[in-house]
Each structure stands twice: as structure tokens, then as C-alpha cells.
């Protein structure tokens, strides 16, 4: 399939099938994973794959006290109606965990190191690409506390996104872009 | 082509042709971009595509003080012999912009927005691999300040990377990579 193709039917997905997700597709998500660019090659990655269902329920319950959290926050009344049953049905969840100690020459610059975190939004877009081509629907998932996750699973850098993956229950609808002409200009 | 053996392929590249890229391969690769995922799908980025000589100077002015600035705060001694003389030749550069207004939920959580900006991280990846099939060579280039290249592109919100798109004057080295086991982990 062509790449514009790939990355145009790629769409986030709330609602999965229990089918489990096989290690020969997640690995091959991974390896998309680690091979974006970042800073200084400093690879500022790693992944946490979750397939049980207790620590899956962690991640739910959390996401769950999240969400009433900025319900209350933002007074955003959607928030209040988001569904996160899709946290239990979802086969797999892949942490994208990132290291700020990894960053670049940013580190050095006014706002501090932020290139370590944008390596690993990249490194999470390959992984959505390469589920797309496997048949497999995602979403980038950041519904959640860093430091309570942080402590869940044990790890000693962020966890900036969970990947969620599996077979979509339901065809996914596009959202609707702006046009090329209103977010692009030329200086020429 | 396959996935993975373009995301594999695709490599830094600091040493261009002066041939133009056409403007359909550039909006193919802002195609790519706009077809990231985003918070709300708020869609937080814009494209400034320059390739008139006198801006391109401009902005190898800035990235030569920013250079000598980053050699000088860090002691880093590589960065002193760091060439940006490929932002002479590389033909289309293109300033990928993020607002931070549009971020999602995230604006309500400890650390502030930062969703946007990993939107926009997805975008330039988008934009990275539409380039590599489309037979162009990219860099991801962030050294200089955005603060300077934003009064340089008159514009509103932060320029957060430099994309430099072109044909490669040589070929480019694959840079090694962690093994899978060494950034991957299961719970189940």
C-alpha cells in the first residue's frame, strides 16, 4: 500500500475486539518504533508492552480518575460522557516511555531539552503506521497521570503515550482536515 | 516500497543538491503531515516552505550563531567542527510551526501542554518518510532559536523544526540502532 494511503486510513480507534495481538506484530511495531530519528542518535526510547489484564485494569482505573479530574478542570462536558470502557477489551498497550537525559544540544537552549520527547512522538507515529499496514487499529493514548503510570509499571523515565492496539470493532470514521492552502504558504 | 524498509532507509542527511524540489513534491509531504493524529484533532501545525535565497541565508546566519552559542554553553568540542554549510545548497527548507493554544486536555495536567508539540513531532515524521519515497533526502534541523526565526518567518506561533528537503549529494550511512531487546520489555 502506498504511504500517503497508510498514513490517510490510519485512525484513531476506541472501541476493539479481544483478539489478541501476536509478539511478531508488536515487535515489528517497535522496530518502526526505534527507527525514527532523534537527537545526537541518542535513541531516547523504550516500551513497556502490557497484555495482562490486572495491570490493564490499573491503567483503566487510572484513566478513569483522569478523566473526572479534568472533567472537573476544564469544566469540558464531553469529558464527562468519554467512554473508556475500550481499556478493557484492547488486547495490547505499549508504553512509549522516554528519557529527558537523552535529549540534544536543546538541552542547552531557552524552555530546556524538549527534542527527546518529539524523537519519541515520532517514534510512536512509526508504530501507528506500521499497526496500520499489519491491519491493526490504534490510538495514542495520554489520558493518564506520567508519574502514577511511572510507578505502575515500574519504570525510571516518562511514559509520554499509551499505544493502544488490536482489531477495531467497528469502521472507523476520518476526521475531517484543513485545507493544504490554509496551513502552508511559500517564501520564494 | 515497504514500510519498515522506508522508515529504515530514511536517513539524516546533511550534504544536498542544489537541484529544486517540485511544489507537488512538497505538498505531497504536507499532505503526509496534516494526516498526523492530533489532540482533539486540533490540527496545531503550519508550513513555511522557503526556498528564496535570501531567507535561506538568514536562517544559516542564525543557525551558525546558535552553533557557536550551543559550542560555548556546552564545551562540546564536535560542535565546532559541526558543517552547516549543506543550508546553502539545500534547495526547500521547510519551517514546520506548532501552536501550543491547540493542544488537547493536556493544558489542564502538571507540566502544561505538550501535546501539540508531539502532534507536530508525528507531522514531521509524516512529512520524513513522504520524502524518502518520493526519492529525497531530510534533515530534521532544530539549532537554532525560535524566538529569532519566528520575528525572521513572521509568524504567530513556535517554529519547533527545520525540515531540509533535497536530493543527497552522497550517500548516507544508516546509523546503528539498539536491539529490540534492549529498549522492550512485556507485563503479562
Chains 1, 2 share one sequence.
Do not use: H
Not at 491493526?136 to 516518562?158: N, Q, V, Y
Not at 472507523?172 to 493544504?180: D, E, H, Q, Y
Request: overall charge positive; some cysteine.
Amino acid at each position: 500500500m502506498d504511504l500517503l494511503t497508510i498514513i490517510k486510513e490510519r485512525r484513531s480507534c476506541r472501541s476493539y475486539l479481544s483478539d489478541p495481538v501476536s509478539d511478531a506484530d508488536i515487535e515489528t511495531m517497535i522496530s518502526a518504533a526505534i527507527n525514527a530519528p532523534s537527537p545526537l542518535d541518542s535513541q531516547p526510547w523504550s516500551f513497556v508492552v502490557v497484555t495482562q489484564n490486572e495491570t490493564k485494569e490499573k491503567i483503566y482505573a487510572e484513566a478513569l480518575r483522569c478523566r473526572n479530574f479534568l472533567l472537573e478542570k476544564s469544566g469540558w462536558k464531553w469529558l464527562g460522557k468519554y467512554d473508556l470502557e475500550f481499556l478493557k477489551s484492547v488486547p495490547a498497550m505499549i508504553a512509549v516511555v522516554g528519557d529527558p537525559k537523552k535529549s540534544g544540544a536543546d538541552v542547552f537552549m531557552e524552555g530546556g531539552p524538549g527534542a527527546w520527547r518529539e524523537a519519541c512522538a515520532a517514534a510512536v507515529q512509526n508504530m501507528l503506521l506500521a499497526a496500520q499496514t499489519l491491519g491493526l487499529s490504534t490510538l495514542w493514548f495520554t489520558m493518564f497521570d506520567k508519574g502514577i503510570i511511572k510507578g505502575m509499571l515500574g519504570i525510571e523515565a516518562i511514559p509520554l503515550a499509551i499505544v493502544m492496539v488490536g482489531k477495531a470493532a467497528a469502521p472507523v470514521a476520518a476526521t475531517p482536515r484543513k485545507g493544504l492552502g490554509d496551513v502552508m504558504r511559500y517564501i520564494r
